[in-house]
Nanobody, 125 residues
């Protein structure tokens, strides 16, 4: 497994943009899928987006399509989530995740074995 460390969260206003970063280390990442999930207070963990480490095959939850973009920087071992047109309902702790050995689909939490500690995103109205 690897180590994932998220950063870039904060308090923004509705309509603003924010970019989250995930620094990956501790293992080779080539060939696996990385993802962003989020969890709002009192709710379950929700998939946001996933991407192959190569940068191919980006997939998004319907709730963020057209507003969020996931990307990788292989040279720096980083995964990014660019968020625009933020809404109050985007408020959550955002987690970076790395694919595990059991695959259930790119937007399914059970597909991912290692997780970061999370970064808080708060969108005010």
């Amino acid at each position: 497994q690897g180590v994932l460390v998220e950063s870039g969260g904060g308090l923004v206003q509705a309509g603003d943009s924010l970019t989250l970063s995930c620094a990956a280390s501790g293992r080779p990442f080539g060939g696996i899928v990385m993802a962003w999930f989020r969890q709002a207070p009192g709710k379950g963990r929700e998939a946001v987006a996933s991407i192959h480490w190569s940068g191919a095959s980006a997939t998004y939850a319907d709730s963020v399509k057209g507003r969020f973009t996931i990307a990788t920087d292989n040279a720096k071992n980083m995964v990014f989530l660019q968020m625009s047109s933020l809404k109050p309902e985007d408020t959550a702790v955002y987690y970076c995740a790395g694919q595990g050995n059991s695959w259930h689909g790119s937007l399914v939490a059970a597909s991912y074995d290692f997780w970061g500690q999370g970064t808080q995103v708060t969108v005010s109205s």
